[in-house]
């Protein structure tokens, strides 16, 4: 794997051709963008977007999203743009925002996982978007990992996961926002959110006024309407389990304490536990108690070493369900099996 090194203030125009080449010609290629890495290939190819599926190990029913530079190449690749659709573009396109719409015929089924609607998103990045630009065609990027791993924010991460199995990787450093876009349909009567994101549904609703959220999100007998919340993405390979509030924590680190096994706890950098703990214990401080986007941006990147340091149990404490709270809460659950402290003490007891 060919790998590209810039920073987002001065993308390398002329590598940024070398890898926009290797997409025309049906290679895959990885970059950064605001939310995440993405996997990209040229998206009106089906033989491209199924070495996308092949590489990921990813379900093909599961569909991709369409990465676009301006708003001409949208007008190819839809059958038409909502007035809704319309307004949400304009208000946070470029941004981590992707609309669902009816697909035009173009659009291969293979971008959709057979469906008849399609997923696009304008990226707010510099490279993400002169590499779109510079091949011409719409990306087909799903997140940079192996299917059911934690999405990549570093470079590293993609290497760790994809590197014998496509061309090249731009490495632009890490990724802002650190948890995938949110996915909104615009094809019902009301905008429905799919999976929330960096876009709240504070942000959307003030935009377009009320906004759905997709019930198959919180019913676990439900299946969600955005194919790849059904599966147990996110997930590290240690065992992760919600703290809801201090007692749980203080109760988790009595529990950990007593154990052998190499445990970490996410917790908030202005909550006060007394140390030292033992050596098996891992503290990774993120956020406050006010403001949790730190635990957001560096969720997955955490997740993720926490599995090379062979962490067997982690423990995260959770956020408050509102603004990107509901983003950070929806992976973390994932990640996590939606297993909570409280329902492991019930079930010890029982
Ligand atoms: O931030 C992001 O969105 C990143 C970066 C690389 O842009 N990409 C990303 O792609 O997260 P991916 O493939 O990991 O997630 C796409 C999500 C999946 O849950 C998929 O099921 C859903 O969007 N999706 C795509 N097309 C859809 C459609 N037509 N209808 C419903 N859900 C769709
Ligand atoms: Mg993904």
New binding site residues.
Partial sequence: MKIWQMTPESPDQKMIEEAAKLLQRGELVAFP?E????LGGNGLSPESLLKIFAAKGRPVD????L?IADKEMLNDLVVSISPTAEQLMKAFWPG?L?L?MEKAAQVPLEA?GG?Q???I?M?EHSIALQLIRAAGLPIA???ANLSGKP?PTVAKDVEEDLDDRIAGLIDGGNTQIGL??T?V?CTGALPMI??PGGITREMLEKVVGFVEVDPGLENEGMSP?????KYTHYSPEAQVTILEDKDDLLEALEYAKKSQKKIAFFIPEDFLIQEPLGMNIRLIREGTASDWTPLGMNLYKNLREMDREKVVEIFIQAVPEKGLGVAIMNRMKKAAGHCFWKDRKKEELS
């Fill in positions: 963008t939310t995440v890495y993405g599961n569909p991709l999203i990465h981590p992707t669902i959709t469906l609607t399609v997923a998103r990226p990027a799903p997140s999405s995938e876009s996915v349909d799919l999976r309407k955005a194919p790849g919340m």
